[in-house]
T-cell receptor
Framework: AQRVTQPEKLLSVFKGAPVELKCNYS??????LFWYVQYSRQRLQLLLR??SRESIKGFTADLNKGETSFHLKKPFAQEEDSAMYYC????????????FGKGTLLTVNP | NAGVTQTPKFQVLKTGQSMTLQCAQD?????MYWYRQDPGMGLRLIYY???????DKGEVPNGYNVSRLNKREFSLRLESAAPSQTSVYFC?????????????FGEGSRLTVL
């Protein structure tokens, strides 16, 4: 079975501080990992995916297969980063099912 | 280009009533999904349709039925609503293939069952 764990329900940082949202996964095959974000009053949307290896809005995430982790990082948080963040796992052969973690609510304080 | 459109946005039901949530996408996507979002539980997959003509159960299918009416539309039906089905429901679609995992979401439908 595929599982995604986000250990922090809430995370609060000050503007300009580094931020790391943790995500661990469980899957026996080759995973594809994603971060989705939901800003207040907006639709849930894709932030980034590990195979793209890109930085979006200053966020990066590296897939660590040894630690089965896909933590989301940003060196200097901004107030507009405040949102709900979901880590998600998709796997070939699962009929395209995307499994989400429970989410982390990030608050960036001024 | 509206993307994924869900109706209604809000609904209040009494226990035992039935209703259908409608979802349509205009991106010619093969796969469509219904999720529910509950505080502290994240997003949980109810049903999905990998392609037109197929539907499969997700993590929490009990109490729900779905219909993939055509490539564009995927509806979710509650035959006899229960208070435990109070939630925010999201429809999503995906192009599949190399875009697998990249879901486009609707705005959500907030359902309250009294």
């Amino acid at each position: 079975a595929q599982r995604v764990t986000q250990p922090e329900k809430l995370l609060s940082v000050f503007k300009g501080a580094p931020v790391e949202l943790k995500c661990n996964y469980s899957y026996s095959g080759s995973p594809e990992l994603f971060w989705y974000v939901q800003y207040s009053r907006q639709r849930l949307q894709l932030l980034l995916r590990h195979i793209s290896r890109e930085s979006i809005k200053g966020f990066t995430a590296d897939l660590n297969k040894g630690e089965t982790s896909f933590h989301l990082k940003k060196p200097f948080a901004q107030e507009e980063d405040s949102a709900m963040y979901y880590c998600a796992l998709c796997c070939w052969g699962s009929n395209y099912k995307l499994t989400f973690g429970k989410g982390t609510l990030l608050t960036v304080n001024p | 280009n509206a993307g994924v459109t869900q109706t209604p946005k809000f609904q209040v039901l009494k226990t035992g009533q039935s209703m259908t949530l409608q979802c349509a996408q205009d991106m010619n996507h093969n796969s469509m999904y219904w999720y529910r979002q509950d505080p502290g539980m994240g997003l949980r997959l109810i049903y999905y349709s990998a392609s037109e003509g197929t539907t499969d159960k997700g993590e929490v299918p009990n109490g729900y039925n779905v219909s993939r009416l055509n490539k564009r539309e995927f509806s979710l039906r509650l035959e006899s609503a229960a208070p435990s089905q109070t939630s925010v429901y999201f429809c999503a679609s995906s192009g599949g293939g190399v875009h697998t995992g990249e879901l486009f979401f609707g705005e959500g439908s907030r359902l309250t069952v009294l």
